[in-house]
């Protein structure tokens, strides 16, 4: 990789701005209450929501990851951002989110528990955490620690891992959504600051844009690829990534929390769709970089290497801490968040059922001492990742396998008021018994070539259908019960005679046609 090259100057500008942010983090912490630790207050403006969306999304594991994953197979890895992000968005504003603030919710399994029962809800809930263990957590300590290693080669990978799981936790634990939030906000901004001046730096050194394209391997430059293509196959465009997007999107806990934490259901939505534009700004500065960079460095023998590789070798003495700085605000935004909706998760729906009538103060001390234990967890199990070969892949092959059984759970929650408890429980058990057994026994089967997108809507075809037959197999829930929580024509005519008069750049529905409007040229452009 070569030397990094630091100058004095350099470590100065991060330390200053690690002590700054963690200072800004304690500043801005809330507990004073349950719903202040772990949803800001329920206050947030729309653009404190959107930018600590796209703060979450833009993680160190996606700036190592998009760019290394662009290297390697091109830029069909952004139909994540597109088909992933763009529809499935837009979808959750006109159908789900009114319902979460309708019944002032905190977590998404409580959700499940109002539509369905409790069963649901402490399922969902340690699955959540789970993956977000496992994945989301651990995937961003290790991406933080592969870049930091290469600052600090003389410090143990390990030790590496646990100063960022110390550093994200500390604000974190202390201060709650509202610390994590504002902190993003000035992380966001960093980021894109920071990126912007990388693949300035990184195109002008290899010839320009002309020069890029024109050098791009045949289809590296295009969104739609062969059925066959090792990355993003056309199919999975339409079939996979909206289904693994609005799991994302709609029923993460890390992202969906954001949107509750908004003073109302407009700020909310405004907020999600500022997160889908910004969308765009991943590919500009986190994507193509990774196509200018085969130009550069043509024979890295494992894509995720490019991004550390431009950062260190390309950038001039001065330069490297800023764009350092942007890579540790995008690890530990995603950290942050997704520390704090654990922490919610394992209070919320796991501590308060073993131990009813704790009180405001006692769920704060309780989502303290819980989030100790989930990043310990986490820091313990990061270095196995690197056995994947991508990043990408090692995160986006688990949300495969794993997201499907809940997105049929909740989509029939929502529009079927047939569906019962039993069919919601038994349909995310067994799907994910199908999901674990096509993981680990898919080389068995004829399957084993596939690409693991594939998989994904088999998944959520086989989960659908269990729900259904044992929903049908089981007597109704009661009118009254599920009212609150199945969508119907009425509450959309409801929504659009709240709209009537509202200036048009108001008007969520006429910002979201915009923003797919936007998405269809992109992709026409960019096939």
Not at 426 to 432: P, T
Request: aromatic fraction near 14%; charge should be positive; hydrophobic fraction near 55%.
């Amino acid at each position: 990789m070569g030397q990094t090259n630091l100058s004095f100057i350099d470590f100065i500008v991060m330390a200053v701005y690690l002590t700054v942010i963690v200072c800004w983090g304690f500043w801005h912490s809330s507990r004073a209450s349950s719903e202040g630790y772990f949803l800001g207050g329920r206050g947030m403006p729309w653009m404190i929501v959107g930018l600590s969306m796209f703060s979450t999304l833009v993680s160190s594991s996606a700036l190592v990851g998009w760019a290394g994953d662009a290297y390697g197979t091109g830029i069909s890895v952004f139909n994540y951002g597109l088909s992933g992000a763009v529809l499935p968005i837009v979808f959750f504003l006109v159908f789900f989110l009114p319902f979460y603030l309708k019944n002032k919710i905190y977590t998404l399994p409580e959700f499940l528990e109002g539509r369905y029962d409790v069963r649901s809800r402490t399922y969902l809930s340690v699955l959540t955490i789970v993956g977000y263990i496992f994945a989301d957590l651990a995937v961003t300590l290790y991406a933080g620690a592969i870049m930091l290693h290469f600052v600090f080669p003389s410090i143990s990978f390990n030790v590496i891992i646990w100063s960022l799981a110390l550093m994200g936790a500390s604000y974190t634990i202390v201060g709650g959504l509202a610390a994590v939030m504002w902190v993003e906000l000035v992380q966001a901004l960093v980021l894109m600051g920071g990126s912007a001046i990388l693949t300035y730096i990184t195109f002008s050194k290899a010839g320009g844009w002309s020069a890029v394209m024109q050098a791009a391997p045949p289809g590296h430059l295009s969104l739609i690829r062969p059925p066959n293509d090792p990355s993003v196959p056309w199919p999975a465009i339409f079939i996979s990534l909206p289904l693994l997007g609005f799991y994302y999107w709609g029923l993460s806990q890390a992202m969906v929390q954001r949107t509750l934490s908004a003073r109302n259901v407009e700020h909310g939505r405004w907020g999600n769709l500022f997160a889908g534009g910004l969308n765009f700004v991943v590919f500009f500065l986190m994507v193509l970089p990774g196509i200018a960079g085969r130009v550069l460095y043509p024979n890295l023998a494992k894509g995720d290497q490019i991004y550390p590789k431009l950062v260190f070798e390309m950038l001039p003495p001065g330069l490297k801490g800023l764009v350092l700085i942007g890579f540790i605000a995008a690890m530990t935004s995603v950290l942050t968040s997704t520390l704090n909706s654990a922490q919610t998760l394992l209070t919320m729906d796991i501590l308060n059922k073993l131990r009813p009538g704790m009180s405001s103060r006692q769920q704060v001390v309780a989502g303290s001492i819980s989030g100790l234990v989930i990043i310990t967890i986490a820091a313990l199990w990061s270095p196995q990742i690197q056995k994947f070969d991508s990043i990408v892949k090692y995160f986006q092959q688990l949300l495969a396998y794993m997201c499907p059984p809940v997105v049929s759970v909740f989509l029939c929650g929502l529009f079927w008021k047939r569906a019962t408890a039993t069919g919601a429980l038994v349909g995310l058990i067994s799907g994910l018994v199908i999901a674990i057994s096509l993981l680990f026994g898919i080389q068995h089967t004829p399957m084993a070539n596939w690409n693991f997108l594939y998989v994904a809507p088999l998944v959520f075809v086989c989960s659908l259908g269990i729900v259904i037959l044992m929903s049908l197999a089981t007597p109704p829930p009661a009118a009254s019960k599920v009212k609150a929580y199945v969508w119907n024509l009425q509450v959309f005519r409801d929504e659009t005679k709240g709209l009537a008069g509202v200036p048009w750049f108001k008007n969520y529905r006429v910002l979201a046609v915009l923003l797919l409007a936007v998405t269809g040229v992109f992709v026409f452009v960019w096939r």
